[in-house]
């Protein structure tokens, strides 16, 4: 079993378009895992049933018992983020503005902040369309990803692979550098980084890979919308074999990634031409290259 | 040499956790005692932001020389990790911690 993870650094480059292109090639082969939790779209294009549904806890905010609360104010002036304000002589927190950093629960001398574990959201166990399963989650207004939450999918797909006896799971993974990607990356063995040649998703590129080069993790590159700007692409053509990266495609900007996004199908669904074959040969080329690797070791 | 491994459960036949921060337990071998401690990490994998360093705090207080893993911590837990000169070790992916301490001692593992 094995675990390729794809990211983009930059937001909005076709990796989830991507992912869910690979998931349906693989058909019953793989558990996909939406680990970009803060906005995820997988399910947009995947039609998961959600078949089993749980409650997922998250972090900590401060509540005033005012059975205890003296209304002595050392919270207020000890809060950083202005979470706290006075309505009807009563302190307040604002949940919106709470950290959970839990200054004010240790210092108020009555014991009337009590730090309490919040629920976030759900996540999911689904059937998807592609004959498969998916592990998903779904935050609730102002809930924010976190590597916790991360951990948890990936746990669960890595749990079910086994389980049932898949080849892969496929993880998309969230924007940035940040916790979330973190811990999207660790246990995986493999990356896919899709990025797009404009000034953003080059730095973000560099950023990204910097971050996978840390975790010891081959990885390989997927350039979308490469003919938007040829000077930019030959950079990143450059960059990736500097720094080794395999060099999976480069795929034209092409509206039909926006015609199948709107019909809620995948681009291998939507598309059996130049852009089907494509996509296809990417995921052959990373199973071969994942063989191999498995291989030599 | 006092040898920590981050792994999934207790006891040398326990599996490997290539994760650090958010690995299940540490377990501390103790080469001169042949002792196995275990520290148990299940506290902080459960927090929301800062696992990483969390961990190395948790993992301090055993003062082991050196520490095996998978990844490899990210930046922020390596940063707090060098603070002390221990000594990493990754490749550890998987496998019992009983293989990573043979990996370990026969040069198979790669330093951080």
């Given at each position: 079993m094995k675990e390729i993870v794809i990211i983009s650094g930059?937001?909005?480059?076709?990796k989830t378009s991507l992912t869910s292109s690979f998931t349906m090639l693989s058909g019953n082969d793989l558990i996909a895992a939406d680990?970009?939790?803060?906005?995820?779209?997988?399910h947009l294009l995947?039609?998961?049933?959600?078949a089993k549904s749980y409650e997922f806890y998250s972090g900590e905010l401060a509540v005033i018992d005012y059975d205890k609360c003296?209304?002595?104010?050392i919270c207020m002036e000890v809060?950083?983020?202005?979470?706290f304000s006075i309505i009807d002589d009563l302190y307040k927190i604002s949940k919106i503005n709470c950290?959970?950093?839990a200054y004010c629960s240790y210092v108020c001398p009555e014991k009337a902040i009590e730090m309490v574990t919040q629920n976030v959201g759900k996540w999911y166990i689904s059937n998807i369309k592609s004959g498969s399963q998916m592990v998903h989650a779904h935050l609730n207004v102002g809930a924010e990803n976190s590597g916790k939450l991360v951990a948890k999918v990936k746990n669960e797909a890595r749990r079910i692979a086994k389980e049932t006896d898949k080849k892969y799971i496929l993880v998309d993974g969230s924007p940035g550098i940040g916790c979330p990607v973190i811990s999207s990356l660790t246990g995986a063995d493999f990356v896919v980084i899709v990025t797009e040649p404009t000034a953003s998703g080059i730095h973000d590129l560099k950023r990204v890979n910097d971050l996978v080069k840390r975790f010891n993790i081959k990885c390989s590159g997927i350039i979308n919308k490469?003919?938007?700007?040829p000077a930019a692409c030959r950079e990143i053509e450059d960059y990736f074999t500097a720094e080794g990266i395999h060099h999976l495609v480069s795929l034209s900007y092409d509206e039909n990634f926006t015609k199948a996004m709107t019909e809620g199908k995948t681009i291998v669904e939507y598309d059996n031409g130049e852009l089907y074959n494509k996509i296809n040969n990417a995921w052959e080329n990373i199973t071969d290259l994942l063989q191999t690797k498995g291989e030599s070791q | 040499m006092k040898i920590a491994f981050s792994t999934k459960?207790?006891?040398?036949d326990a599996e490997m956790d290539p994760?650090?921060?958010?690995?299940a337990y540490f377990l501390i071998y103790d080469?001169?005692?042949d002792t196995l401690e275990t520290a148990d990490n299940g506290k902080v994998a459960d927090?929301?932001?800062?696992a990483g360093p969390q961990a190395a705090q948790l993992l301090f207080q055993y003062k082991p020389d050196v520490l095996i893993t998978g990844n490899g911590p990210g930046g922020n837990a390596d940063r707090v990790l060098r603070q002390t000169g221990i000594k990493i070790y990754i490749?550890?992916?998987?496998?019992t911690v009983k293989q990573a301490y043979d990996k370990y001692k026969n040069n198979e593992l790669k330093v951080f």
């Open positions: 930059k937001g909005g480059t076709g680990c970009d939790v803060d906005a995820p779209d997988m995947l039609k998961p049933d959600l003296t209304s002595c104010g809060c950083r983020f202005d979470a950290e959970g950093c490469c003919d938007i700007n | 459960g207790e006891g040398w994760r650090f921060g958010r690995a080469e001169d005692k927090m929301a932001h800062g490749g550890a992916m998987s496998g």
